[in-house]
């Protein structure tokens, strides 16, 4: 057997540009892709953390992404999500190339996140809509940080861009790596508060497991994705934000599992008696939003979404 072919970062990178990765999601949920149908996530302890095994299976592809998660890699300098995706033929089930699943990941949650963000904003009633600059505010300034601004200026190429972070080192990296890509981003970290009032978009992606992000805080017709966490004894946004919004899941069965951002404020049963709607129902256009209210994205990550980009990548190299 030949050895497989391995996709580096840069070679990940290079297939899925923002605008291609986007439309990839969106294609796939106005397809055949239901997110109800993706299986739970897999989680096992390690020495530092845990192991995350993400199966995925579609028509033409198969595949699994095993990730490692370790907390406390952030205060080391470290990466939080470190891994490999290795991707599979549906029809003889033989592997066919392994990938950087760290790249894939980078990617493939900003994609989803501003899939969802601009499902929200398709949906604003008459008069309450996105302004053409939106002020987009990000709390987590990792790679998630700098990647979701990044996805947002190619969704809203006259956003204004504010970070907010933990740690001083992170911050000024961030500011000055996208300044050098052209994009200007204001340091919102010594009022978290102040910035969050100001914001048409809020994206949390941190680490943190207790709220940064207060529903009083949050602006009428505000739109708010949290992303950065999984669990239900962790979330980034407070019970007040949730009770106040228009909630749009990732998908429901996945957020009753893991999304502890949304079952403090409700119970699962009061949850699965609503039904919210998920991300296939957004970028469908079946979803209500309610003027005056914000509107909250919540997810956590799934595995066909990095199936979806792992055959992006993988068509970019073979055809």
Known sequence: MSPLPYLDHDAVRA?????????????????????????????????????????????????????????????????????????????????????????????????????GLRALAAAAPAGHELPQDPHVVVFGAGVQGINHIRAARWAWPDARFTVVGR????????????????ITVADGTANPEAAAREADVIITATTSSTPVVKGAWV??????????????????????????????????????????????????????ELRPANLRDGVRGEFTRTPGKPALYAGVGMAWEDLVLAQVVHRSVTS
Request: aromatic share 4%; hydrophobic share 45%; proline share 6%.
């Open 15 to 115: 297939a899925l540009p923002w605008g291609t990765a986007i439309t990839a999601i969106e294609d796939a949920l106005r397809a055949d892709v239901d997110p109800e149908a993706d299986g739970p996530r897999l989680f096992a302890e390690n020495p530092t953390g845990e192991f995350l095994i993400m199966p995925a299976s579609a028509r033409h592809a198969m595949g699994v992404k095993v990730l490692t998660l370790a907390p406390d890699n952030p205060a080391r300098g470290l990466e939080k999500i470190q891994g490999t995706y290795l991707l599979f033929d549906a029809d003889t089930s033989a592997p066919v190339c392994v990938m950087d699943g760290t790249a894939i990941t980078s990617i493939r949650t900003p994609a989803v996140t501003l899939t």
């Open 167 to 182: 740690r001083r080192t992170r911050v000024d990296a961030l500011i000055s790596e996208l300044s050098d890509e052209g």
């Open 219 to 272: 602006r009428p017709d505000a739109l708010v994705a949290t992303i950065g966490q999984h669990g239900l004894d962790a979330r980034e946004v407070d019970a007040e934000l949730v009770l106040r919004s228009d909630v749009l899941l990732e998908s429901r069965g996945g957020m009753f599992r893991e999304g502890g951002a949304i079952i403090p404020a409700r119970s699962v049963d009061e949850w699965r």
